[in-house]
């Protein structure tokens, strides 16, 4: 059964750093995308960052220069480093495979920024 299982989050203060994993298994992800969202108490989900199969990367504004998305194939994991974490950063993370056609969402994992 194919799946993705995040890792990584927690309590950090403003101005720190996290790492998240994401765990894909079940499939051949060498060959999908893989995003990195987000959802903030009383907000939709948006989209963090994104990183294709040939390694081409895409960040939304509010994180560009502070997260890096990245992905080892051999390991079937995407990666989000988030450094410089700001308070309006605390959302629960959600990670997604694609290919165009099959999408598959992990449970997400919690990111608290505090003052």
């Known amino acids: 059964q194919a799946q993705v299982v995040e890792s990584g989050g927690g309590l950090v203060q403003a101005g720190g750093s996290l790492r998240l994993s994401c765990r894909a298994s079940g499939i051949d992800f060498s060959s999908y995308a893989g995003g990195w969202y987000r959802q903030a108490p009383g907000k939709v989900r948006e989209p963090v960052a994104a990183?294709?199969?040939?390694?081409?990367?895409s960040y939304a504004d509010s994180v560009k220069g502070r997260f890096t998305i990245s992905r080892d194939d051999a390991k079937d994991t995407v990666y989000l480093q988030m450094n410089s974490l700001k308070l309006e950063d605390t959302a629960v993370y959600y990670c997604?495979?694609?290919?165009?056609?099959?999408?598959?969402w992990g449970q997400g994992t919690q990111v608290t920024v505090s003052s």
């Open positions: 990183i294709y199969s040939v390694g081409t990367t």
């Open positions: 997604n495979a694609y290919d165009g056609t099959y999408n598959y």
